[in-house]
């Protein structure tokens, strides 16, 4: 056996060494820690209506007291076939942060009656199962457990999720609403048309339809719609 004898000095110099390192590693630990503490928002970009995020008592002025004053804004907003309703904007100049509230109590602008997010590209918003803008049509299928039923294509509210079928994603909403999604309407190419065209039009259709599951669209809205009115008060 070869036994190294080492200099004490040298010695000395190799355990400081390795406690330097140990504390500059330590240091670059605590950083991103601490960076994470500052930059991350328990409210921010979850869809969701649980108390952490929109619960149905929720109100303008509680999101200002969360996202501040300069995210909330009070504006119109579209909800199709040519009708809009006074509503409450987070985020309205960031195309990816922007979502959408429409209230029971217009006047308190309190007890959300739906709450929107509606994008062509992506968002930051998502929901506990990772649903997001871009998400396709074969992994809410797969979130789900089993096919669900959607709008046809081609006119306002096409792509909307009608029913989750009894699936997973029924319940997601939790007791106080109910998620839902819309799909975008397909590409333009040739095939696309040829496709779209046996899923268009004012009727409902599987998601496990044939041409749906080719098309494999994608998300492009996501929906928050509370089912009770809490009391008065």
């Known amino acids: 056996m070869i036994r190294l004898q080492l200099n004490p000095s040298v010695s000395c110099m190799i355990g400081i060494r390795t406690r330097r390192i140990s504390f500059a590693a ?3 630990i605590l950083a991103a820690v ?4 500052q930059t991350a928002n328990p409210y921010e970009l979850r869809f969701a209506c649980d108390s952490a995020s929109f619960p149905p008592t929720i109100s303008a002025a509680e999101l200002v007291r969360r996202f501040g004053a300069q995210n909330v804004t009070s504006d119109s907003i579209y909800l199709g076939e040519g009708q809009s309703q006074r509503g ?3 985020f309205a100049g960031n195309s990816e942060k922007r979502l959408e509230i429409l209230w029971r109590d217009t006047v308190g602008q309190r007890f959300p009656s739906m709450i929107r997010v509606q994008r062509v ?3 930051l918003w998502t929901t506990a199962e990772g649903i997001t803008v871009t998400t396709r049509l074969r992994t809410l299928e797969r979130l789900n457990g089993k096919p669900f039923r959607l709008a046809g294509f081609g006119f306002d509210g096409s792509g909307y999720v ?7 994603l029924a319940g997601s909403g939790g007791a106080s609403c109910e998620f839902r999604a819309g799909l975008a309407s397909p590409g333009r190419d040739a095939t696309d048309r040829r ?7 004012d009727r409902v259709f599987s998601s496990a339809h044939p041409a749906m599951q080719t098309l494999d669209p994608r998300v492009d809205r996501l929906y928050l719609t509370f089912k009770k009115i809490p009391p008065p008060g």
């Open 26 to 28: 330590l240091w670059l």
């Open 121 to 123: 590209g992506g968002s």
């Open 88 to 90: 409450t904007i987070l």
């Open 162 to 168: 009608t029913s989750w079928s009894g699936g997973r």
């Open 195 to 201: 496709l779209s065209g046996q899923v268009t039009g």
């Open 34 to 37: 601490q960076l994470q503490a």
